[in-house]
């Protein structure tokens, strides 16, 4: 199963939402998101970013900066589904968004072979 159908879609899809909107009125809770849910999975991706540039998979990028943007269309799809999307239209094919997105960074990230000659 994919982000999309674990998370993204579900109920659970909506705290990022909540989260941004409301962390001026609970900063205390917002840190706490921020600390346990927010860093930890940007974690998460500056690592597996850094052994892709590690073993010459991804391109030299700033992985602080990589892990963001990978991050940031997911919580926008999340945020449309949980806001504009149940009253405006517009519906967005969920999958198809997260599989273009995908292909898109890992093409994006990817070392082309004439780079990986380079390297070699």
Not at 27 to 46: F, K, N, S, T
Request: charge should be negative.
């Amino acid at each position: 199963l994919s982000w999309w159908e674990l998370i993204g879609s579900t109920p659970l899809g909506g705290i990022p939402k909540l989260m941004m909107s409301e962390a001026g009125n609970f900063p205390e809770l917002a840190r706490y998101y921020d600390e346990v849910v927010i860093q930890r999975g940007l974690a998460l991706l500056r690592t597996a970013v850094q052994r892709g540039i590690d073993q010459g998979l991804f391109r030299p990028v700033d992985p602080v900066l990589t892990s963001t943007l990978l991050v940031a269309p997911l919580i926008h799809l999340a945020n449309w589904k949980h806001s504009f999307a149940s009253c405006c239209g517009g519906k967005v094919d969920a999958l198809a968004y997260v599989d273009a997105h995908i292909d898109l960074v890992l093409h994006g990230l990817t070392v082309r072979n004439d780079e990986q000659e380079k390297h070699s």
